[in-house]
């Protein structure tokens, strides 16, 4: 357990939690291709099973618990320091499409021409990060850990275009929840979305209303409040770098549209951080 106290990338063929860093759940983002046999454990107060040629994603700080393995299970397991991995997104709009999409589901189905790509991105991130003396060792490691996050994504994208063309054919409510997702960064008008469905807002609000007691306005801020979060988390990222990224016309209106959601301003939530 010594040994990878002050590691910040960790790799391991594993069949138990024993081999598993202390404290693994808030320390690092846990990543997990299974090879064989099945896993079965309870994410955010749901129960999962992931079996061979599935791949789960955890963020640092997840409540996951009841974790148990088959008699068979062989995984390829990777841990990634928390703070290397979302210091290092390549793509701001991406990375928040990911997180929020790992958060609601934490297995993934890659396709096969991906397994391979997996392990290899596995084992090339980790071999980085044990070349110390690397004379650009910093600099490889950042981009490794970007090249991973891309190919990563690229997996991601594909589950998150399956999901779009499942919702193509469901109803308003579901089509509606599924515009909101992509597009509550820069669109938070009702209007937006009642236009893109070809309903009235007041008929989106009933539909709405009818499928949750939540009004569609309410739907849209929960979703926006998510992203400000996640981006004010981000210190890399100015306040106006922020502001001009969810495309508000001011810092000021910027700032008071995330007290309303927040109840602080951004600075103020940063200084709480």
Known sequence: MNMVKNQKVILYKTASTEQFPENFQ?????????QRGSVEFVFN?????????????????IDVSELSFSANF??????VDKDLLTENFPSLNRSI???????ENPILHPKKKDKEKILKNF????????ETNHRFYEEALKL???LFLLEMWHIFADELDRRKRSLQSGTLYERFMQLVQEH?????????????????????????KVNTRITASEWIQRYA????????????????????????????????????LLGVSPKEYRERM
């Open 45 to 61: 107060g749901q129960s999962y099973h992931c079996k061979k040629g599935e791949f789960i994603f955890w963020l640092a700080g």
């Open 225 to 260: 409040k998510e992203r400000i979060i996640l981006l004010l988390q981000n210190r890399n990222l100015n306040i106006s770098e922020i502001a001009d990224e969810m495309e508000f016309s001011s810092r000021s209106f910027f700032t008071r549209y995330v007290k309303k």
């Open 144 to 146: 490794q850990m970007q």
């Open 184 to 208: 509550c960064m820069k669109e938070r008008e009702v209007r937006f979305y009642s236009e893109k469905l070809h309903i009235t807002p007041k008929y989106l609000n009933y539909i709405c």
């Open 74 to 79: 062989t995984a390829a397991v990777l841990f």
């Open 123 to 130: 084992q090339l991130l980790y071999d980085i990060f044990l």
């Open 97 to 103: 499409d990911s997180i929020l999409h790992s958060k």
């Open 26 to 34: 808030t320390r690092f983002h846990t990543h997990i291709y299974c």
